[in-house]
């Protein structure tokens, strides 16, 4: 057993979680930059229509990396649970299998996409103004599928063997690579939204380079082998098993993309359609560093578990509780006191900055106490129970957002309803999901991991 991994059972809980919490942490707000960097030049530079359309391919990307996650967050946690267990060549039979999984989401996803892409974009709420920058971006963007899946999808194996800052180096050189090429293509070759997705495909490649240098090397624990490529029925099943949690979390975003764009559209128009793109640009920032600190340390509640460590999984689930609730707490609070100032990042339209100042503190409400959700989601996933994560994932997008934000405005005939369905569905998510962790949290840790 590598000293990597050994350290998840023994070193300082402490300075254990920081050392792996910070550097995802970092890693996720990095790769955040891809999309958010992209919305603000082209708001900036480009125009609101040219925004509004980029940000009508959200659903599309949020897609794309939802297949990432279904393997990636699928097959890490067991990857870590099975190091624990001593189970080195099991683990790495998961990466390989994860790895076929990955290139063939990313055939299949550039097939689909190319051929159902303009009935998407209108479906999701793209008018004739909006489709020519919406289309334009997204046919650029496809061609960079395999890069995506392979950042996204092998850096939690990365992490699971406790190598967090080689996991954000990927994210690191690829954000970078993006700032730097955006305006360059953008302005600089006047390429428009098509600039902003070309950059966004050179950088995602640098950062795929950077993992499979990795995983392929002697440096790391979990190496990426030829004979572990082979499909295994069973171990895929495993995967796909813990995996369509994040997978339904992910991919349910591109649904209610659809759901609320589509009312947005019809009870506002394109200026509302437009204020989704920025609303969904903040609650990223909000959701970024507390999802990437919790992936971070994730690892260590599966190694542990994996080991019998009870004690040590029970220290890290509290402290990653306490944790997500207070930094979810604090940094909606901002986001609600001050939602002009986070506008104008995007924009520097003055009707689009009044709306935002009106509908941002009703949208972003319910993620005042989400934190909780957050940090019980968790500590499922890295205990491995796939049916408990599904049904939370299912809960608040699925259950709960879709119905509310279908309902509310044929009742009321209000656009403003259409945000309210987002603050109500957030909310009671959470406080289901906190029930039923207290619930089941003490059952879950006496049966262990099969």
């Not at 990432?68 to 067991?78: K, R």
């Not at 190091?83 to 390989?96: D, F, R």
């Not at 479906?123 to 103004?129: I, N, Q, T």
């Not at 996991?167 to 690191?172: E, F, K, R, T, Y």
Request: hydrophobic share 55%; proline share 3%.
């Amino acid at each position: 057993m590598g000293a990597s991994e050994e350290k998840l059972g023994t070193a300082p809980l402490g300075r254990l979680m920081l050392s792996m919490g910070i550097p995802t942490l970092i890693a996720q707000l990095i790769n955040l930059l891809y999309n958010i960097v992209d919305r603000i030049y082209i708001g900036q530079g480009v125009g609101r229509e040219a925004l509004t359309g980029v940000g009508l391919t959200l659903p599309v990307i949020m897609i794309v990396s939802a297949f990432s996650a279904f393997a990636g967050a699928g097959g890490a946690p067991l990857a870590a649970i099975a190091l624990g267990q001593g189970k080195k060549e099991k683990a790495e039979n998961i990466v390989g299998n994860v790895f076929t999984m990955l290139c063939g989401f990313s055939v299949m996803l550039m097939i689909v996409f190319y051929i159902v892409g303009k009935p998407f974009l209108y479906l999701v709420g793209a008018s004739d103004s909006t489709y020519h920058f919406a289309g334009a971006y997204l046919n650029v963007y496809l061609i960079g599928t395999l890069f995506v899946q392979i950042v996204i999808g092998l850096n939690p194996f990365i992490t699971a063997q406790g190598q967090s800052k080689i996991a954000m180096g990927s994210v690191l050189i690829g954000a970078v690579l993006n700032i730097i090429l955006d305006p360059v293509f953008i302005f600089g070759f006047q390429m428009g939204v098509r600039g902003a997705a070309l950059a966004t495909v050179l950088s995602q490649c640098a950062g795929a380079v950077w993992v499979m240098r990795f995983m392929l090397s002697r440096k790391t624990s979990l190496r990426l082998k030829i004979q572990f490529l082979r499909p295994e029925l069973k171990i895929i099943g495993s995967i796909m098993a813990l995996g369509i949690s994040p997978f339904i979390m992910q991919s349910t975003e591109s649904l209610i993309s659809v759901v609320m764009s589509s009312g947005l559209q019809k009870y506002g128009g394109d200026l509302y359609v437009g204020s989704l793109t920025i609303l969904q640009s903040i609650m990223q920032l909000i959701n970024t560093p507390i999802q990437g600190f919790t992936q971070g340390v994730q690892p260590i509640l599966s190694y542990n578990f994996g080991a019998g460590n009870l004690e040590r999984v029970k220290k890290v689930y509290r402290r990653i509780i306490l944790m997500t609730t207070a930094f979810s707490f604090l940094l909606t609070s901002f986001a609600m006191l001050f939602p002009k100032l986070l506008a104008r990042m995007f924009t520097q339209d003055k009707e689009l900055i009044e709306l935002l100042g009106r509908v941002a503190p009703v949208f972003l409400a319910g993620m005042l106490i989400f934190g909780i959700q957050m940090g019980c989601q968790t500590t499922f996933m890295g205990l491995g129970q796939a049916k408990i994560s599904l049904f939370m994932a299912l809960l608040r997008k699925v259950i709960l957002l879709v119905p509310f934000a279908l309902i509310f405005p044929i009742v009321t005939q209000d656009v403003m309803s259409i945000y309210f369905a987002e603050c109500m569905a957030d909310a009671l998510a959470a406080i289901v999901c906190g029930s039923v962790f207290l619930l089941t949290i003490r059952k879950i840790l006496q049966s262990g991991y099969a």
